[in-house]
């Protein structure tokens, strides 16, 4: 139902575990990796982009403290 670009920036306002995000950031990183085959990046080069992406344009908030501990656990901390 989303589909965001490369450059979008994504929020979600009610995170929970995080789920939303991550498929988020999956179907963006899918785009990068696309991207880079065409060009001809490096690994590298590829791993970084995508890395930049998750800091720069993907956040989660939540009330609950400890759903945002889960979110991090479960699929581990991009910063």
Not at 25 to 54: F, H, M, N
Request: proline share 4%; glycine share 10%; hydrophobic share 35%.
């Amino acid at each position: 139902m989303v589909n965001p670009a490369i450059d979008d920036k994504v929020i979600d306002p009610a995170c929970g575990s995080g789920g939303f995000l991550v498929e988020a950031l999956r179907d963006v990183w899918k785009k990068v990796e696309d991207c880079g085959a065409q060009y001809g990046w490096p690994d590298s080069g590829i791993t970084s982009e995508k890395q930049e992406i998750a800091i720069k344009n993907f956040r989660g908030i939540d009330k609950d403290k400890f759903l945002s501990k889960v979110c991090q656990s479960i699929h581990g901390d991009y910063r």
